[in-house]
């Protein structure tokens, strides 16, 4: 037994040495002579130093040929390589050169070699390897490994390799955080060709802390709108550690609280490290495609978790009242429209609007002394010779005329007599008014236009008495004209058309067409219709009575030559 013990003793230290530190490799950068390099696009790439070039930490190698211009770089300097950095490169201050070949990762021959993961992680204060990608795609096993411009074989640190090309570390350090690279060499068509490959190395900090959760913090409410996409986001904080020992999880509670009723859903994972603070961040996220009312009434709850513990968060999704964009421009766009509507209403009907206020509502005083008119009356009538006769006898004439409403003595007497007959006899005789006819108190040789013109501004109000011909006759007319233009400057003048002989703007066709000041104003004026043939017209002078001025001309106010006009 004690035989053994001194046996063991002797061959302990000696694999203990060759393992750990006791025949460190003395394998030098001797292959950076080699000259043909070959590494692997968008992979970080060592520049190789010639050891042959003396300080050869300053020199630089530059590539040579056409539009190898500004592709220069010294001895140890770290890129991505690309495509366009394949080439011959020649270093200053030696006649040796090297070829580069920066390959694909989509190139067939090359699967092997380019399947396996180019990064780990390693425990601190523990020991780890760290494997060179494609280490198993070939028998030659022969490795060098480099940490920045050096070997890691002639770095003050304790490493030994191992016989399948791995780099083996004793015990892991801070400060082994960075790119390692790895040569092999590989023989094809006669060229030794050294593939570098990158090897990113992560040290992992002891966990001593469970995950902290930073969004969502508790319960939280997210609003959300029914028809829309959503993403429920789990933001966690981890101390450095490795993959596998950590994992952020969404879930959903179907109903109840207990746990096997939550559904695992499938969470997309986002990693971001800040070594400078022993940290990282990982997102879990899961993407709803469509919301739906029955989201609303689940709860979602992220889980992180670590080798020490779990942390957890929950989201109720809330129906968002939302103020639609397309609200917001429609309203603005459909006032701007009302408004430019009715501006263009305005424009367009500005001349009926002003005979409709003008008509309905009075904004100037009348004064009966300064007109010496009630009653301005316009009128066309033909008599035929049965009316020339005379249809009324002198009692049934008086009756007209006796009364406060002319039909109240005998029904229907007074409508067999021409509206032109009648209404003049009414309104001067029975009620009052001062009545004003172009063919009596107008004095002949004057301008007829002038004579109008004049006679209007004489006249608290102008009844034209409308017919078929009354619209043909282009001196009636020119009276009605010339009246609608005097209202639209004088709102204190009142204009009445009566229609008579069930005569309408719609049906009355005169031969000439009449101005379009005319046209427009019979469409909106308020007007009487008197039609003879109706069994009582009691309404259309009790219509009539009520649009007459409230005041009479008093006619002993007016001087002798007022009279008549001149």
Known sequence: M????????????????????????????????????????????????????????????????????????????KFSV??????????????LSFHLQVVKRSESSLGCFLSEENSVELLIKKGGTVPCPGHTCSNNTDTIWYKDHKAVSEQNRKSCQTWNGALYLCRVFALDTGVYFCDRQILEQGVNWTFRRAVNVTVIHNVSDPPTILYPGGNAIQDVELGLPHTLECRVRFTFETKSSREVLWYMWNYGCKTENMTLLPTEEEFRQFPEISECEVFGRVHIEQVTRQHLNQRYTCIARNIIGKSSATIQLKEKTRVKWSSLVEYPVASLLFVAGLGIVLRVKWLEIQLLCRSYFKHRKQDGDEKEFDVFLSCVWSPSPAEVEGILTNSDEDACLTGVDPLTTREGVCTQRPLEVVLPRVIEEQWGYRLCLLERDVAPGGAFTNDVVLAIQRSRMLICLLSADYLSNSNAVFVLESGIQALLQNSALKLLPIWTGRASASLVQPDSPLPTLVQRALKVLPSL?????????????RSLRKAMPDQRVKLDSLAPNQLILT
Request: with cysteine; proline share 4%; hydrophobic share 30%.
């Open 529 to 541: 219709d008197w039609t003879s043939a109706q069994p009582s017209t009691s309404g259309f002078w």
């Open 82 to 95: 690309e495509a366009k950095h394949s080439g011959k490169y020649t270093c200053s201050g030696s006649k």
């Open 2 to 77: 004690q035989t053994i013990r001194i046996l063991f003793s002797f061959i302990f230290p000696i694999f203990s040495e060759e393992c750990c530190g006791g025949r460190p490799e003395r394998k030098t950068a001797e292959r950076d002579a080699n000259r043909h390099y070959r590494a692997v696009e968008g992979e970080m790439f060592l520049m190789p130093c010639i050891e042959s070039v003396s300080s050869h930490n300053n020199t630089v190698c530059s590539a040579a040929g056409e539009g190898a211009e500004g592709r220069s770089f010294h001895c140890g300097t």
